[in-house]
């Protein structure tokens, strides 16, 4: 017995990876963590609590710049005048239409900045400084 034990334990330990990887596989492995982790749990608090502030933040700099008269309202010409501003910028030979060239000029340039090392990919880094310089910077 004592000679098949390390056979017994190896035998159990493939058992328990492959049930693992097949958890993994299955896409079920988030969701038994995601429950294991209480939903008054200090951590989910947190992560909900930093995602629901930075949404309030951007959504108040962006309300905050479509309401021009600080009424805490935003008008139908108020809301009008941010997109007619929007399009301004995108029309760049100012002939009031948008060009396919124009418009995806635009997609190419948020792009190019958010692509910090310039490799033709965004990677999480870049993905966190779009976040980052959007945060310091008002909505134009």
Known sequence: MKDKLPFILGGV?????????????????SDIISKSIKSTSPVRIYAEN???TYINNKFSRHFE??????????????YLAGRKRAFER????????????????????H???????????LNKEDLASIDRSRNHEDIK
Do not use: P, T, W
Not at 13 to 29: H, M, N, T, W
Not at 70 to 77: A, C, G, M, P, T
């Open 13 to 29: 330990a493939i058992l328990i990876a492959s049930g693992v990887f097949l958890l993994c596989r299955s896409g079920r492995a």
């Open 50 to 52: 930093a995602k629901n």
């Open 65 to 78: 710049h479509l309401d021009l008269d600080h009424d805490q309202k935003i008008s139908r010409d108020e």
């Open 90 to 109: 995108l029309d760049k030979n100012h002939d009031n239409m948008l060009s396919f060239d124009e418009y995806a000029a635009s997609a190419v340039r």
């Open 111 to 121: 792009f190019d900045q958010a692509d910090q090392d310039h490799d033709g990919f």
